[in-house]
């Protein structure tokens, strides 16, 4: 009985796409621009905000923590979501496997000779066999004896894996007994052990010529069917042997099996529940109540599923599948505590097959619960250190904690493991992503030089190669890298846009039009390019392009987040364009944006800038709320510093020099290269000495 999920093990490979160039709202000077007010220019209006609001705005804030942490606990929690990652997975393949054929031989004879030959295999005394037999078929006795010591011998053989000296002996005995079915039966199973399955099909109809009404050759015909792809001819052979021996378990086990790899799960239903009916309390009932199980798990009978996984448990306590399928059960029935449970103790299980841990690492995880997986992947490992699979999953978990040593160590291992197969191939590029994430360049670029050596056509290994001469340094590798990578997959669209993104951020903006024009013709719909282009026009101060492609944008994609990004741009393009007649259109733009995710502090950013820049009183009002919501939530030092450098100026403009100030440092003391925020900071500093100097003069 195998567990109804199948490992979800994947490896891994870098997702994130290179971003050298992100968008930056830009700054200004501060007192350069004749500011414009719905009220006397000699009136300061100061930003007061209501008590009311401050407390509306608290509340609200408080309300969406707090229906966002609910919404958190309950998609961790919730079962439903939990089984739907469970849900679909493949069963393992070794469920299907029939119980295979022993080696079928005389239980005794009345020759004593033949019967010490006989009882030395009978009683697994495999050292004294071979001398045994041999000894007596350098004695007198009849050829038919002397077919069966040489049948002796042949399954000796056979069972070592010398399959060519077994069917030498095995048709040697034919020779000295042309009816000694024995022979054409254990001769059947060493051609199908050689990979001879035609010649183990004629040595097997051969035997049934002889003995039509032995049920082992019809099981034997069975298997031989069922092993080259002709269920309907095997499950034939399985209804003769029932028709002989009704009561023998392994034939209708197999029928059973031969139905459900046919597809006729009702016929199958009955053949599984004919052997536990049988023979209630043996290991082929253990099977059959595995496959009942699971079969009803399929059907959603959840009920059912749970009777057959306990039947299991109960013949054979401790079984960790079916532990684990009694965990996904619970899962489905909506008592999640249960499923921990019962995937704990399928945990404290022994287990001794690998795949069987990761089956239950990939529970855990679904459920929220990395350490656990951790535990029973290590388990796996304790089992067989030399477990590829374990370690791949392992080492995926550790790099997805950010535990980059425990993870690199883990693909090292896997390298000295593999002999240059595509398992290191896999681990070495995945080895370069971690020792670049560390800033351990000139490794990575050795590790993915490592996997290509092995396979120099292997386009990921090119990619992240490239990435890693750029974070190096070394543009000109890294351009030839990402290349060869793009030659090798012309679809791979990080790759085409990992170059244009470099040439953009150190303002090779000739260049970069070129690269975005390029992947923009090979896939129109390429509308992160079109994006970046957008970019490149606003950068090199041609707005029209620039608006034209973002226009496209808008009237064609259909991610929110594209169209967000699109009108955040568009905004900046028309704010920077110095037309006062396009200032409603970025205002607006910028709403937008802000509106299809509220959440995006970076288009708050922009719409806050756009507002200050109106030279509006009103608007600037409106440019400290968006910006005080953005300082009190958690953003980035770099954005945080960009608000507070904006609230400064808003401040300044309000002849609040000494906020202005405070601000300005808190900006410097976020991100000390924004250099704006110093000119800002001297400007303030400067005014706030006059009005002193003022004050000074008034006093006195």
């Not at 030089?449 to 590798?477: D, R, V």
């Amino acid at each position: 009985m195998d567990p109804i999920q199948k490992n979800r093990f994947r490896i891994e490979e870098q997702t994130s796409k290179p971003s050298y160039y992100q968008e930056d709202p830009y700054l200004r000077n501060l007192g350069k621009e004749k500011e414009t007010t719905y009220e006397s220019e000699t009136t300061v209006r100061r930003p007061v905000l209501s008590f009311l609001f401050w407390s509306f705005l608290v509340l609200l804030i408080l309300g969406f923590l707090t229906a966002a942490y609910w919404w958190y606990l309950q998609k961790k929690q919730n079962p439903e979501e939990i089984a739907k990652v469970l849900k679909d997975l493949p069963t393992d393949k070794k469920a299907l496997n029939l119980l295979v054929d022993k080696p079928y031989l005389p239980d005794d004879s009345v020759n004593p000779k033949l019967a010490a030959c006989l009882n030395a295999y009978h009683n697994r005394y495999v050292n004294r066999v071979g001398n045994v037999c041999e000894e007596f078929l350098n004695s007198p006795g009849s050829d038919g004896d002397k077919s069966i010591a040489l049948t002796v011998l042949g399954v000796m053989y056979d069972e070592a894996g010398r399959y060519i000296n077994a069917i030498e002996r095995l048709e040697k005995a034919i020779q000295y007994d042309s009816k000694n079915y024995f022979a054409f039966y254990n001769l059947s199973l060493a051609f199908k052990h050689a990979g001879k399955f035609e010649e183990a099909r004629r040595a097997a109809q051969r035997a049934k010529e002889i003995a039509p009404n032995d049920y082992r050759v019809a099981l034997l015909q069975g298997n031989l069917f069922q092993e080259i792809g002709d269920p309907t001819s095997a499950i034939e052979a399985y209804k003769e042997g029932q028709a002989l021996a009704p009561s023998d378990v392994t034939l209708t086990y197999n029928l059973a099996i031969s139905y459900l790899k046919q597809g006729n799960i009702a016929e199958a239903i009955s053949e599984f529940q004919k052997v536990v009916q049988t023979a209630p309390n043996s290991q082929t009932a253990v099977l059959s109540y595995g496959h009942l199980g699971t079969i009803f798990y399929q059907r959603e009978d959840y009920d059912r599923a749970e009777y057959y996984f306990r039947e299991v448990i109960r013949l054979k306590t401790g079984d960790a599948k079916a532990y684990y399928n009694l965990g996904l059960v619970y899962l489905k029935k909506k008592v999640p505590e249960e499923a921990a449970k019962y995937f704990q103790k399928a945990l404290d299980s022994n287990a001794n097959e690998p795949d069987v841990y990761r089956y239950i690492a990939d529970a855990f995880l679904s459920m929220g619960q990395t350490n656990m997986a951790i535990t029973a992947l290590k388990k796996a490992l304790l089992l067989k250190p030399s477990d590829v699979d374990s370690l791949f999953a392992l080492a995926e978990l550790y790099y997805k904690k950010g535990e980059l040593v425990e993870a690199e160590s883990l693909f090292r291992r896997i390298i000295r493991l593999t002999p240059g197969d595509t398992y290191s191939e896999t681990a070495y590029v995945n080895l370069g992503i971690i020792l670049d994430e560390m800033e351990r360049y000139s490794e990575s670029i050795s590790a993915f030089e490592g996997a290509l050596a092995l396979n120099p056509k292997n386009q990921s290994a090119y990619y992240n190669l490239g990435l890693s001469y750029l974070h190096a340094g070394k543009p000109t590798m890294a351009i030839e890298s990402l290349r060869k990578s793009q030659a090798l997959d012309p679809n791979h669209v990080p790759s085409r846009l990992a170059i244009a993104d470099y040439y953009l951020e150190n303002r090779f903006y000739s260049e970069a039009i070129s690269e975005y024009e390029e992947a923009i013709a090979w896939k129109p719909e390429l509308y992160e390019a079109r994006l970046k282009l957008a970019d490149v026009y606003i950068q090199t101060k041609n707005y029209p392009a620039a608006e034209k492609m973002l226009v496209y944008v808008l009237e064609n994609a259909k991610d929110p987040k594209e169209i967000k990004l699109a009108h955040r741009k568009l905004a900046l393009s028309y704010a920077n364009s110095g037309n006062s007649g396009l200032s409603r259109k970025a205002k607006e733009e910028a709403f937008r944006a802000t509106h299809i995710d509220p959440e995006d502090m970076e288009s708050r950013l922009v719409l806050a800038k756009i507002l200050i820049d109106s030279g509006s009183l009103v608007d600037r009002e409106k440019a400290i709320e968006e910006l005080t919501v953005i300082t009190r939530s958690d953003v980035t030092p770099t954005i945080s510093s960009k608000a507070h450098n904006y609230l400064g100026v808003c401040y300044f403009k309000n002849g609040e020099f000494k906020r202005a100030l405070s601000s300005f440092q808190t900006a410097i003391d976020l991100n000390p290269s924004l250099t704006e925020a110093y000119e800002n900071k001297r400007a303030a500093r400067a005014q706030y000495e006059k009005s002193l100097e003022s004050k000074k003069r008034t006093f006195y």
